[in-house]
């Protein structure tokens, strides 16, 4: 039992893990947008121009862009680096820039793993001179001060460009993504976010090429990672789209793993007038994986797990990434679908990864209103009187006053299967004729049944109506993810009259602001006169006062003092405490009392202790 548990468990995440999304031609023009437009620095600008070069959209007449470039600032190795990548994307000549040199090699000598990767790569742009074996020790220096997966993503970029200890570097590559974070079982992501992910996986699949080896990753990482990029396909960042646009382009077109996505070519439904679903399978770019075949493995509905389907292969379309299946010979009530497909090259390529996958649909219904009942009486009526209604028609007037109940019973029924069915929403608005002022209410279902029941209570209503009287549309509102035509039906015009007790004015009172309520503390009670306090404060010393009379009527005895640290510590000590209490008395609270009291005890209690230790030791040595 365990172990079928436990394989289940297994089966559960692979599910998760399966990539059902792409890179889509709306993804592209909005992506392109993002990355058009005027370019306030060089950094922005090759960022720009790379996520256009990756869409194949880099403007055709580029001379403005030149000329753009050539008056962006460029004073640090980063944005030497970004204009020099940028003209060359449009292939655009920079002019000459002494000062580029010496930024530059500043750059190597700053032992920082993104500063190295930088520079080399301008100086190379630039053809300057550079020591591909001092840059390789600097780099190793650099990854023992910082070894996060972005310096990584870099150290991989610079290594395949150096082509110096490329195997070492390759070990590296499995400890990196040991520190991804795997949420839900479906998404592995880097904690730098988008851009420190895609860094990553774009510079191990390109360090793995130059070595030759495929990158230590299992399937399900490589979908875990495909699934994290594409579910943050729309962010607005331009380096973060663009460097993603990079990391999934090489997951499309490496020569170790290309995760495969299974998706709904369209949000479509089947209905009377569309019996198929147009299902993609393509790169996560959107691109085609060549000749495939596709089969529907099973098809369930999701509400009770009926199967509708079993093993029927889609059939092809013009587009090679995109299959058909179809419902007209397929018996499937309205509602959810999933059906687990399973796709096949024509050519056996043991780097497609995910080849099996799930699409979720809906089949939906038009439907009718069956057997209304609608009538108005006493309510405190248990069986109302109704007459039968037809629907799409629009019944006589209605009149209704705080003593009567309007009721109305109907059905929803499917137009394809001719049973009675529930939806999400199903409601009854009632609109004023003149002010237009609309209620709604919620009409609900029998127990146990499919009928549903709208009793309107005009009195108990009366504050929502704010007792305007007057002529009323009612109308039914029925809709719902499965229902293929949502319906709104005048039902019949009302005639409401009310008492009058609620105006719109008292209605609009209630949601006035309410005066502030200001917080008062209790007064402090009366204090005696300052002659009372005066008189009681005598009476409390008066005891120690006899105390100090008497001490100097019988003489005092010091001799037996010990004349050390110990003996002044304590005694200070307690003057100091006998102080705190007097302020304590005048002008201090009992919080900072206590505070004080802290500070002070404890030295009076070790000198108070190490006094009587010393006096003890006296007494036994006499």
Known sequence: MKTVIALLGVLAVVSAATVSSYISQDDRVRLSTLFSGSYKDAVTAYWSLKGLSILSALPKDSNSICQGLKSLKADTAENIFALTEAAALIKCTLPANPAYEAVLTAALKEKKVSAL??????????????????VNTDLEAALKSDDSPTSNGYAFMLTTALGLDTDKRYQLIEDVFAQADVVDGKYMQFEGGIFTTSLVIESSYKLASKAKKAPTLTNDQVQQLANYLLSRKHVSKVRSASQLLAALTTLSSNEFHVPVSISMDKLSAVSATNKKIAVRVGTVMGGSLGKMTLTADSGRHIAD???????KTLTT??????????????????????????????????????LKGAVEFKVVTAVTIDAVDLGVSDKDATDAKTN????????????ADTHQKIVMKFNIKSSSSSETMKAHQVFVR??????EQEITFVATSEEGSNRYTFELDVGANEKDFASLSGLYDMSLLVGDAVIDNPITWSVCPVQLSFLGRFSAAQ????????????HMFREPEKRPAAIVSNVFTVL???????????????????????????????HVGLAGIFMLYYLYWTQLNMFETVKYLGVLGVPTFLFGNQLLCTIAARRKAK
């Open 317 to 354: 379309t013009s587009d090679p990434a995109v299959f058909e299946l179809d419902f007209t010979n397929i018996k499937a009530p309205f509602g959810f679908y999933r059906v687990q497909l399973t796709a096949a090259s024509a050519k056996p390529d043991s780097k497609l990864v995910g």
């Open 117 to 134: 990767y930088f520079a080399y790569s301008a100086m190379k742009s630039l053809k300057l001179k550079v020591d591909n074996a001092q």
């Open 430 to 435: 009632m609109t004023h004729k003149e002010t």
């Open 388 to 399: 039968r209604i037809t629907y799409p028609s629009t019944s006589a007037k209605l009149d």
């Open 507 to 518: 209605e609009a009172d209630q949601y006035k602001a309410k005066p502030t309520i200001t």
């Open 305 to 311: 797990d009926a199967v509708v389907l079993s093993k």
């Open 540 to 570: 409390c010393l008066t005891p120690f006062l006899i105390m100090i009379a008497l001490w100097l009527r019988l003489g005092l005895n010091v001799s037996n003092l010990p004349a050390s640290l110990s003996a002044i510590g304590f």
